[in-house]
């Protein structure tokens, strides 16, 4: 199972980013796809999901400003970041959650300059 996240980068405050994180090696549809990430110093937290029905929950702080979404014959899932903050700055991590399994991808890095 392969997880590729891209997208990232350096963007200024109030900016926008999609993040994209393409997948193999699962039957993609079938999967409940989130974005997690992980500031400098700090644990790992949940960002968003959308689960294979189409279900999305997100963390309350990031309601609004985030959405998830995901496009199953591109086996891809989504993330638009909006009015992005310096606090935002962090490692994206994708995460598939399949068969009572969760894979994760190799992150990839935004950072938001004030």
């Known amino acids: 199972v392969q997880l590729q996240a891209y997208g990232g980068g350096l963007v200024q405050a109030g900016g926008s980013l999609r993040l994209s994180c393409t997948t193999s090696g699962i039957i993609f549809s079938d999967g409940n796809m989130a974005w997690y990430r992980q500031a400098p110093g700090k644990q790992r937290e949940f960002v968003a999901v959308?689960?294979?029905?189409?279900?999305?929950r997100y963390a309350g702080s990031l309601k609004g400003r985030f959405t998830i979404s995901r496009d199953n014959a591109k086996n891809t899932v989504y993330l638009q970041m909006n009015s992005l903050k310096p606090e935002d700055t962090a490692v994206y991590y994708c995460?598939?959650?399949?068969?009572?399994?969760?894979?994760w991808g190799q992150g990839t890095q935004v950072t938001v300059s004030s």
């Open positions: 959308i689960t294979s029905t189409g279900t999305t």
């Open positions: 995460n598939a959650g399949y068969m009572t399994v969760g894979y």
